[in-house]
């Protein structure tokens, strides 16, 4: 069945280090994967998407990069800050109304 | 500039008793969708909608009810509460398929 996984449930770097965390999907029909990120008693907070017709978008310090032969796509966050202490999900969605969440990665920056 | 706004934000029931919660959101968003979270597990799909007036089961519907009467409200019910029903609601909205979903702050839910 679809499922999104990742590779480490927690990662902690060293502020201004910068930060990737991986990410493996199953299904290779998936054209849209999404990244989120919540805070501590806060909902997910979209960050960055891409679709399956690019390999790497980038934001504001972050990128993102899709390897579809292998089915694994990963967050990269530069100069990690503080406030990027948080959990991250990496989320795919299929084109129908369920989006599949991966259990999510805490990251921990120490100052 | 509220967003996707849930309510109550804490709630503490007995086995059996019922309780609605609220979910308004002013961007104008067709697609609605409750999920729960529970420790370790990513988001889980209870249902959503396409439009006001219609709703759909998700990955996890039994024990919950909803109702789109207005396209900015989605309402989720739990008609007998269970303790397996204790975990943190989240109401989210979308502009439409294959978009990013806004997240309301979540409801902490515990069952006595």
């Known amino acids: 069945g679809e499922s999104v996984g990742l590779h480490l449930p927690t990662l902690s770097v060293q502020e201004g280090d910068n930060s990737i965390i991986n990410c493996a999907y199953s299904n290779s029909a998936s054209d849209y994967f999404i990244w989120y990120k919540q805070e501590s008693g806060k909902g997910p907070q979209f960050i960055i998407d891409i679709r399956s017709n690019m390999d790497k978008r980038q934001g504001q310090r972050v990128t993102v990069l899709l390897n579809k032969t292998v089915k694994h796509l990963s967050l990269q966050i530069a100069a990690t800050q503080p406030g990027d202490s948080a959990v991250y999900f990496c989320?795919?969605?299929?084109?129908?109304?369920?989006?599949?969440f991966g259990a999510g990665t805490r990251l921990f920056v120490k100052a | 500039n509220a967003g996707v706004t849930q309510t109550p934000k804490f709630r503490v029931l007995k086995t059996g008793q019922s309780m609605t919660l609220l979910c308004a959101q002013d961007m104008n968003h067709e697609y609605m969708y409750w999920y729960r979270q529970d420790p370790g597990m990513g988001l889980r799909l209870i249902h959503y909608s396409v439009g006001e007036g219609t709703t759909a089961k998700g990955e996890v519907p039994d024990g919950y009810n909803v109702s789109r009467l207005k396209k900015q409200n989605f309402l989720l019910g739990l008609e007998s509460a269970a303790p397996s029903q204790t975990s943190v609601y989240f109401c989210?909205?979308?502009?439409?398929?294959?978009?990013?979903?806004?997240f309301g702050s979540g409801t902490q839910l515990s069952v006595l």
């Open positions: 989320a795919e969605g299929t084109g129908g109304f369920k989006t599949i």
């Open positions: 989210a909205s979308s502009l439409g398929l294959n978009e990013k979903l806004f």
